[in-house]
């Protein structure tokens, strides 16, 4: 049965890609956006979160929204007012969004949220499923005001979903691009130990689980959106190396030089999240990529 959708941050690496997975399956799309834009086939309504205003005609028989919209985690450096903007474009939009449905009393049904796996911090070696506690640090701080702000949802009736985003592998946006820069200048090799687990997810199947999120009633709550098997960040920086036929250096990049870089935010590359997927693998999802070489392979092979 097709369904009327709106997705916020429709124009990311996520949303852009899902726009059209959607549309094939035969729903229909409208979209919020800062700046007016044409895509085909889809409705286009203007917002602005910081001063909470939004055309509230983008609503009109609305029954699920897709939560995308937020700032780049890793587009500027972390700065007070940076990281007040991140956590800001994630909650006040939720909230813009949640105040909207009931002044104009529309019978949304679903709302699905990204969220990140940036939720459980640094980890280590630790097994994470959907039941572990929260981390520590700003990016937990952010995930989980993000999760609060789309919790929000739960007394209206609304039905939750938080997909907590691995690092998605996409040839040219995303964490892959950034991960392959280095290395096809040369320069690339692990960072920090090596060792820290990094839950990797490919394009495809990150679509596909938010299509099953709009699909599945029976989801709800938190999810980790990530391929069954995690790998290091050695390993990773191997693989990718391989694929781009240049080499790694065998010296690993401290943690000291990461932050003299890139201040806090050198918590990304190094950050060890363990995260397991049963939860997601209980809804009867199926990966299309549960192994790293075949999801490298799909993309640098295309």
């Known amino acids: 049965m097709s369904k009327k959708i709106l997705i916020t941050g429709a124009t990311g690496l996520v949303g852009r890609k899902l726009i059209s997975a959607l549309q094939a399956l035969g729903h229909e799309i409208a979209i919020l956006t800062r700046k007016q834009i044409a895509i085909d086939g889809v409705k286009v309504y203007l917002w602005d979160v910081y001063n909470q205003t939004m055309d509230v005609n983008a609503l009109n028989g609305i029954d699920t929204v897709i939560h995308l919209a937020g700032e780049g985690i890793a587009d500027k450096k972390w700065t007070d007012k940076r990281k007040k903007q991140i956590i800001d474009s994630r909650v006040l939009s939720a909230k813009l969004l949640y105040k909207t449905i009931q002044e104009t009393k529309t019978q949304v049904k679903s709302f699905i949220s990204a969220s990140a796996v940036g939720y459980y911090g640094d980890r280590g070696d630790e097994i994470l499923t959907e039941n572990s506690n929260s981390g520590t640090g700003f990016l937990s701080e952010c995930c989980m005001k993000w999760e609060d702000a789309a919790n929000e949802g739960l007394v209206l009736g609304i039905r939750v979903v938080k997909i907590r985003i691995g690092l998605v592998l996409s040839k040219n946006d995303g964490a892959l691009a950034a991960m392959a820069k280095p290395i096809k200048f040369f320069v690339g090799a692990p960072l920090g130990s090596g060792k820290q687990w990094m839950p990797w997810i490919h394009i495809d199947d990150i679509i596909q689980i938010f299509i099953k999120?709009?699909?599945?009633?029976?989801?709800?709550?938190?999810?980790?959106?990530?391929?069954?098997?995690?790998?290091?960040?050695?390993?990773?920086?191997?693989?990718?190396?391989?694929?781009?036929?240049?080499?790694?250096?065998?010296?690993?990049?401290?943690?000291?030089?990461?932050?003299?870089?890139?201040?806090?935010?050198?918590?990304?590359?190094?950050?060890?999240?363990?995260?397991?997927?049963?939860?997601?693998?209980?809804?009867?999802?199926?990966?299309?990529?549960?192994?790293?070489?075949e999801a490298l392979d799909s993309i640098y092979n295309k």
């Open 213 to 293: 999120a709009v699909e599945d009633k029976e989801m709800a709550g938190a999810y980790n959106a990530s391929a069954p098997f995690p790998v290091t960040n050695k390993l990773l920086t191997y693989r990718i190396a391989q694929r781009l036929n240049r080499p790694v250096w065998p010296i690993h990049v401290p943690k000291f030089a990461l932050k003299s870089l890139m201040g806090e935010m050198c918590i990304l590359p190094l950050m060890s999240n363990n995260t397991m997927v049963q939860k997601l693998l209980n809804t009867g999802y199926k990966f299309s990529y549960v192994n790293l070489d």
